[in-house]
């Protein structure tokens, strides 16, 4: 079906349920009748998948700096192989994790600071913007319980980290326009609410 592409972007710590949101969303979204790219950050590129491994599986230590720049990298070859094309051709991309991940857990979390993240990360994207951010939130004692017992590098990061990036989210979306929303419930509760979050940006 014809039409403007529209991107969304699903965000939220660690085991706030992304995995289960973003494709009950897509489901919901394809019912519509439009074409429905799913895709996440980081690793959704051949270039990408190789800058994954490390992020989230390196042995040894990774320099914050370091971290920040093979995000940015990975947003850079995600947009121009997926995303943008996407979006051109009128398809809806649902996208777990985009810029504003990197603004809590690199900006804030890892300290570098949200403004230098956020010039960085713009330069980056050559201003290809969320029509829609949602952001998952649950308390960080039900997030840290739902994480996995085999954690990559960022979920073995420590609750103090986890919290400061939950935090992190709460704080930037009011100015930014994200849309908090609870992530406590039923699978199917909170798929409600993420669909009524976005359905204003998806005509």
């Not at 019912?31 to 491994?53: F, M, N």
């Not at 991940?101 to 900006?107: I, K």
């Not at 600071?113 to 050559?126: N, P």
């Amino acid at each position: 079906m014809a039409g403007p592409g529209r991107f969304i972007v699903v965000e939220g710590g660690e085991g706030v349920g992304k995995s289960t949101q973003v494709p009950r969303l897509a489901a919901s979204l394809r019912a519509s009748g439009r074409e429905v790219v799913v895709t996440h950050e980081p690793g959704d590129t051949k270039l990408g998948a190789e800058l994954r491994a490390v992020l989230l599986h390196a042995d040894d230590h990774v320099d914050a700096r370091a971290e920040l720049l093979l995000m940015i990298a990975d947003r850079a070859q995600h947009l121009a192989e997926v995303v943008t094309p996407a979006l051109a051709r009128g398809a809806i991309v649902v996208c777990d994790r985009y810029e504003p991940s990197t603004l809590a857990y690199q900006g804030v979390a890892r300290g570098l600071g949200v403004e230098s993240v956020e010039r960085l990360s713009e330069w980056a994207t050559t201003g290809v913007e969320p029509d829609v951010v949602v952001v998952l939130d649950l308390p960080d004692e039900i997030a840290e319980a739902r994480v996995s017992v085999d954690r990559d590098r960022f979920e073995r990061a420590g609750s103090d980290f986890h919290a400061r990036v939950r935090t992190a989210y709460r704080d930037l979306a009011p100015a930014r326009g994200w849309v908090l929303v609870d992530a406590d419930g039923t699978p199917d509760d909170v798929a409600a609410r993420v669909l009524a979050a976005v359905s204003a940006a998806v005509p």
